[in-house]
């Protein structure tokens, strides 16, 4: 099996983008990443392309053929589709070509396009990743959903909103100096306290915002790597993806993500790695305590440790995990259709040295992206570790 | 984005199930006493296909809620309101909480579950009320 190298990466500024369409925006990130990497468009075998709402909040379903002619690929594509997950997905997928052999070149990534349609139609589209049936008719909204996770998790471990808003913070700290980050400003543990109920347990500031967006990579085989002399550091050498009842009535413990901890299993097994020889981690903190749960899943911490994380300075940019040092979904965005590929994007920048807070982390090696796709009915995780 | 519909396409086995609320409901449970909601052709837990319905128990308990401050467009119910999700022996529902304020629901509260119609959408629409 050959081995798997981030060539080169490309993002959009993560914010809002009035006026500019899906095609648009993901074709600015997939230039990005192959001027990155070196390598010519018309080298790309296949575009795996993620997207959630598209044919919602711009009535264009079939995206795929739509942003590979406007990225000027000359190949196919195709649309992967996980909710929130769906870059992970497609990420995931592009390793599995290289791996098998069938393809060198892979360019992987997502876009979402979101501030073009109002909250409430945002809360609409987004709401359709939950169980229409059992959940969207009884008034589960997105964030919704993850307060009934926090109130399950806060009566099964302890912990509180002021152990959330702890997250926020910290995550808001690491995003002032990423010039891709929607919110570059630091929030208080007060602000974030203080921030109006969305869905109790859950503020505002608990939530992240609403994000136009596009993220890509270059994918290559070790073996097109050295033939073409490309500069490719880092390497992904695990991943692993999981999957959960959708609806969390349906779930043994709504309290937990077991989704990510099987996709994390299958990842660490398929790199080697142990969960303490992780040196930083992106995971999908769409809620505060999304990432409280991802910090379990993941086996970081055990159940009920994960909630104090930020707040003890585990996983602050000092601490001996740093977590989220793109500022998270929390403050750089959450374009939700490329989050999985803007994570990994991040993390290969943090490893390679030369992301803004690389600083934080100057001999890491191994880093971990978290990526889940509705309650984490969907769950993707890639370990990425420095090759060379 | 969304239209009002008082006349939704049907779903079938979820309607009649939804609709079986106001006389108690029911659940489907498989041999091997794994609970469900339908439809449903085999059990999610075990792979069995031997199921059937059994009588909801009439009372559960609030497993976790929340007050919903957002809600999305054209659902057709004011914010806020309260969401629960209600634990009925080996089956959970999801409904929203009529006559409590979001101060008086607590975790173990014990409410009984009713069907009602979202005027807005047409759709059914789970309720529990204090038992």
């Known amino acids: 099996m050959t081995g798997v190298r981030v060539a080169g990466v490309g993002l959009t500024p993560f914010g809002e983008h009035a006026g500019r369409t899906g095609r648009d925006l993901f074709a600015e990130a997939a230039l990005a990443a192959l001027d990155d990497a070196g390598v010519a468009g018309d080298e790309v075998e296949h575009l795996n392309y993620g997207n959630f709402m598209g044919a919602l909040a711009e009535r ?76 969207v008719r009884a008034g589960v909204t997105f964030p919704g959903a993850y307060a009934l996770m926090a109130r399950a998790y806060f009566d099964e471990y302890g912990g509180d909103r002021e152990d959330l808003a702890h997250v926020a913070a910290k995550n808001h700290a690491n995003a002032v100096n990423n010039e891709y980050a929607q919110y570059q400003r630091e929030v208080s543990v007060e602000q974030a306290l203080d921030s109006p109920a969305v869905a109790s347990p859950l503020h505002l500031f608990d939530a992240c915002p609403i994000t136009d967006g ?175 | 984005m969304s239209d009002a519909d008082p006349d939704p396409p049907a779903n079938t086995g979820y309607d009649e199930w939804a609709d079986a609320l106001a006389d108690g409901g029911y659940f489907i449970e498989c041999a091997n006493g794994h609970g469900s909601l339908p439809p449903r052709r085999v059990c999610p837990e075990c792979g069995s296909t031997d199921l059937s319905e059994e009588p909801l128990p009439k009372t559960g308990e609030i497993a976790t809620f929340s007050e919903i401050h957002v809600a999305p467009s054209g659902f057709g119910e004011d914010p806020p309101y309260v969401t629960a999700v209600v634990e009925f022996g080996s089956v959970r529902l999801t409904g929203i909480v009529r006559d409590l304020s979001a101060e008086e629901v607590e975790i173990g509260t014990v409410v009984r579950p009713g069907a009602e119609r979202n005027d807005a959408t047409g759709n059914r629409l789970i309720v529990f009320r204090p038992a």
Request: hydrophobic share 40%; glycine share 12%; aromatic share 2%.
């Open chain 1, 60 to 135: 264009q379903g079939h995206q795929a053929p739509i942003v590979t002619e406007a990225a000027g690929l000359r190949c196919a594509g195709t649309r992967y589709e996980e909710a929130c997950a769906s870059a992970g997905v497609a990420v995931r997928e592009a390793v599995r070509a290289v791996r098998s052999g069938e393809n060198d070149v892979m360019l992987a990534g997502g876009m979402e396009r979101m501030t073009n349609l109002s909250t409430a139609e945002v809360t609409e589209s987004l709401a359709v990743a939950a169980d229409e049936l059992f959940e």
């Open chain 1, 214 to 388: 596009a993220s890509a990579l270059v994918l290559v085989s070790e073996e097109y790597a050295a033939e073409h002399d490309l500069d490719a550091s880092v390497a992904i050498t695990g991943t692993g993806q999981g999957g959960d009842r959708a609806a969390l009535q349906d779930r043994t413990d709504i309290a937990r993500t077991p989704a990510a901890a099987d996709a994390a299993a299958e990842a660490y097994g398929d790199a080697g790695v142990a969960s303490d020889e992780v040196d930083l981690a992106e995971v999908h903190d769409c809620f505060t305590i999304a990432e409280v749960m991802a910090l379990e899943a993941l086996d970081f911490f055990d159940p009920g440790e994960g909630i104090g994380a930020a707040r003890r300075g585990d996983t602050t940019r000092d601490g001996d995990l740093p977590v989220n040092l793109s500022g998270g979904l929390k403050a750089k965005g959450h374009p939700v259709g490329a989050t999985g590929g803007s994570q990994i994007a991040e993390m290969t920048r943090l490893l390679r040295g030369d992301h803004p807070n690389s600083d934080a982390v100057p001999d890491a090696t191994v880093g971990l992206t978290h990526n889940a796709g509705g309650t984490v009915a969907s769950a993707v995780v890639h370990v990425l570790e420095v090759a060379e």
